[in-house]
């Protein structure tokens, strides 16, 4: 076998230059094709990696999600009745919270309850309710008076309205029987004879002189009281004493001036209820506690009272965002409220039989009207015998006399009250002013009914929504489940103490009579009287014992 020696100075004879060369070319091009092949696997590892990294939370995210949802819609057809009504039962809930609040604000008329504890101008008794504005008349009618009829509507102003001689033209028929008490009194000692002629003169209807007189006396007697009306009518003593002969008044007022109000306020309960009963739901679905539905009918009563409540309100001004203008329901209907609330207020509070009733029996004006007529009569004769008669107004007879008109006045003008009501035109009046007031003023026409009680309307609802969770507990589950909360030994103590403290603070008061002071004195004088009680008691047992003992 030759050895075939090789060097870089001899060939081997089995060389082929082309061959070899083809050979070379083919090697590197196969290098060089597996060089790019390896750094395009490598750079696509690289992308996947990087793909992978940017992928798998979205991945993983998305997942959960599925989780989650499968979760929850496994859960709902479980039992897919009973969470299916969740949102229809606190849409219920919401509107009867919504409907009983409304309810409360206006009945009972008169307290009814077991009156064991009872608060003078307080709706809730230890046991027992009266509606809100029934209960407290008295502070919303002098509320209403100072807030918005003094402001639009002064007696001083509408007086003069009346034309005298149209009074007296009206009242002229009745005027021998206006005057016959002075008649009856300044001649009480006089011969019969002339007693029956003054009678006789003061009443012809047809004497000529008769009727100018009784018509000077009449129309002077009205300018006397167009001049003093200040004295002689006390428009709050007539709005207030008015409400307060029949409670139920104010809160008919109340709710016609506000009817779209308190309709709006019962009927979003149903719809925040039921909005509200989807999230409760959607909680329930998840969190596997009975009492869940307690809880979220407690949120539905108390949210769907306060946010009803806010929504009619507020704003108070107009808030403009982009295209939209926000402000509360009750400002928003300004006019139709003014013509409501000044049609009310002139028939049925202000009207001309009201103020002359008002006048001739309030007791911080009768003495007025009593003096007033005094003095005119006595003008009046002075006058009219020129200066023959001169009657002192502080006499004992005049003065006598003028109780006695007083006390019959007001059944001779009924045939004046139409023209009363007509000329003062408190409606049209009450109405123009009523739709020139700001916002800011107009709100608290109607506002204050429910500021009054506001924090036990929503309390309410949320006690009221708390019991239909209870009911909704029952009804899904079949039975309740109360919470348990153990103390060890001491159970039964503490069970004790805190009714004890329970039916204590219960007994003090329900709520403060005026304001907190007021309240905590009143708490102070309780505790005091408990503490002397507390040791006296202990006295008697410790000599109870030592007794025993010997």
Same mark, same amino acid.
């Given at each position: ?193 002339? !007693? ?202 005049? !003065?006598?006399?003028?109780? !006695? ?108 009579? !005026? ?36």
């Amino acid at each position: 076998m030759k050895s075939t020696a090789f060097n870089h100075g001899t060939l081997p004879s089995h060389y082929n230059p082309q061959r070899s060369g083809r050979r070379i070319l083919d090697s590197e091009t196969t290098s060089r094709s597996n060089y790019f092949l390896s750094a395009s696997t490598l750079s696509r590892q690289k992308v996947v990696c990087q793909s992978s990294v940017i992928i798998e939370p979205v991945v993983v995210g998305s997942t959960l999600v599925r989780r989650v949802l499968g979760h929850g819609v496994t859960t709902f057809m479980s039992n897919w009745k009973a969470y299916s009504a969740i949102p229809l039962v606190a849409g219920f809930v919401g509107w009867l919270t919504n409907y009983l609040a409304v309810q409360m604000i206006f009945f009972p008329i008169k307290w009814r309850g077991i009156p064991i504890y009872k608060v003078e101008g307080e709706p809730l008794g230890l046991l027992g309710w009266q509606g809100i504005v029934p209960a407290k008349t008295l502070k919303m009618s002098e509320s209403m008076v100072n807030t918005t009829i003094n402001e639009l509507l002064t007696m001083e102003e509408i007086i003069q309205r009346l034309d005298p001689d149209k009074v007296a033209d009206i009242l002229l028929p009745k005027s021998g029987q206006i005057v016959q008490p002075f008649i009856d009194e300044l001649l009480a000692d006089k011969p019969k004879a002339l !007693k029956e002629f003054a009678t006789n003169y003061a009443t012809d209807k047809d004497g000529w002189v008769q009727q100018r007189l009784a018509h000077k006396f009449l129309r002077d007697l009205t300018v006397d009281v167009q001049d003093n009306i200040g004295s002689v009518c006390n428009l709050r003593n007539c709005v207030v004493n008015m409400m307060m002969s029949d409670r139920s008044l104010l809160g008919k007022l109340f709710k016609i001036s506000g009817k779209d109000e308190l309709i709006f306020l019962v009927d979003s309960g149903l719809w925040f209820g039921f909005l509200l009963g989807m999230i409760q739901l959607a909680v329930s679905l998840y969190w596997d506690n009975p009492w869940s539905l307690s809880i979220g009918g407690l949120i539905v009563g108390l949210a769907t009272n306060w946010l009803a409540l806010k929504w009619i309100f507020e704003p108070v001004n107009p808030v403009k965002i982009g295209p939209v203008v926000l402000q509360g329901l009750f400002l928003r209907r300004q006019k139709e409220v003014s013509a409501d609330f000044s049609k009310f207020f002139a028939t049925k509070v202000l009207t001309s039989r009201q103020l002359w009733s008002s006048m001739l029996t309030d007791p911080t004006t009768l003495p007025e009207w009593e003096k007033l007529l005094a003095n005119r009569f006595a003008n009046f004769a002075k006058d009219t015998t020129f200066n023959w008669v001169d009657l002192t107004p502080k006499s004992r007879k005049l !003065k006598a006399a003028a109780t !006695k008109t007083c006390s019959t006045l007001l059944g001779y003008l009924t045939d004046l009250h139409d023209y009363v009501d007509e000329a003062l035109e408190i409606e049209p009046t009450l109405r123009a002013r009523m739709m020139s007031m700001s916002s800011t003023r107009f709100e608290r026409v109607l506002h204050p009914i429910f500021e009054e009680d506001e924090l036990t309307l929503i309390l309410s609802g949320g006690g009221l929504g708390f019991l239909a969770g209870l009911l909704q507990q029952l009804i899904s589950t079949g039975s309740l489940v109360l919470p348990r909360v153990s103390f060890g030994g001491q159970t039964k103590m503490i069970s004790t103490i805190g009714s004890i403290i329970g039916l204590y603070i219960v007994s003090i008061a329900l709520k403060p009579r !005026k304001n907190m002071i007021l309240f905590v004195e009143r708490l102070i004088e309780r505790t005091r009287k408990l503490k002397r009680k507390t040791r006296s008691y202990w006295k008697r047992k410790r000599r109870f014992s030592e007794s025993s003992d010997l």
